[in-house]
T-cell receptor, first 115, second 112 residues
Framework: GESVGLHLPTLSVQEGDNSIINCAYS??????FIWYKQESGKGPQFIID?????DKRQGQRVTVLLNKTVKHLSLQIAATQPGDSAVYFC??????????????FGTGTRLTVIP | NAGVTQTPKFRVLKTGQSMTLLCAQD?????MYWYRQDPGMGLRLIHY???????AKGEVPDGYNVSRLKKQNFLLGLESAAPSQTSVYFC???????????FGSGTRLTVV
């Protein structure tokens, strides 16, 4: 499968600032991308997704941007809060050829919010 | 609604021992997955299932076997555990193949 990479392994932001987490992907055929949040000792939690026919999608305090030209994905968190401290993973959806589309994950970015 | 439940949460095995990890979902999802998570390597797909009675290999299937005899359960087996299988194992499921997964809380396995 294609690898999904993240530019920065760690990110520290002041509480109240905006956070931007970046992700590069290499499979131009990927048509679906997801951001997950993982807190210590827990399983990944779905944050937001985006399909390849969109450039931007907004949720509550989060926005995902997709740039297919350069194969780049970003997650923006507005007014970052201490509860946002976690590891964030991007994942790309790749057709397996066996009836399932499998998710391939990046290595993650650890976001630390400084009070 | 429990979602995806994994048992056990922790386990220590000796090299060569066998064990089965259980994943149960109560959302009537068709698709189920087993991932392992190692430090600095993200999550890697071990095996998956597209429906009851089916299984398929993922990225890192060697040393593992799976079974999906009932739609709600997906079992991951280690026949002869090795230290390289020390990891955190996550199960996930979804109803449609190109939608986000719901993950369990993980099983931390240590092989000594």
């Amino acid at each position: 499968g294609e690898s999904v990479g993240l530019h920065l392994p760690t990110l520290s932001v002041q509480e109240g600032d905006n956070s931007i987490i970046n992700c590069a992907y290499s499979n131009s055929a990927s048509d679906y991308f997801i951001w997950y949040k993982q807190e210590s000792g827990k399983g990944p939690q779905f944050i937001i997704d985006i399909r390849s026919n969109m450039d931007k999608r907004q949720g509550q305090r989060v926005t995902v941007l997709l740039n297919k030209t350069v194969k780049h994905l970003s997650l923006q968190i507005a007014a970052t809060q201490p509860g946002d401290s976690a590891v964030y993973f991007c994942a790309e959806n790749i057709e397996s050829g066996t009836g399932a589309n499998n998710l391939f994950f990046g290595t993650g970015t650890r976001l630390t919010v400084i009070p | 609604n429990a979602g995806v439940t994994q048992t056990p949460k922790f386990r220590v095995l000796k090299t060569g021992q066998s064990m089965t990890l259980l994943c149960a979902q109560d959302m009537n999802h068709e698709y189920m997955y087993w991932y392992r998570q190692d430090p600095g390597m993200g999550l890697r797909l071990i095996h998956y299932s597209v429906g009851e009675g089916t299984t398929a290999k993922g990225e890192v299937p060697d040393g593992y076997n799976v079974s999906r005899l009932k739609k709600q359960n997906f079992l991951l087996g280690l026949e002869s555990a090795a230290p390289s299988q020390t990891s955190v194992y996550f199960c996930a499921s979804n109803q449609y193949s190109n939608y986000g997964y719901t993950f369990g809380s993980g099983t931390r396995l240590t092989v000594v």
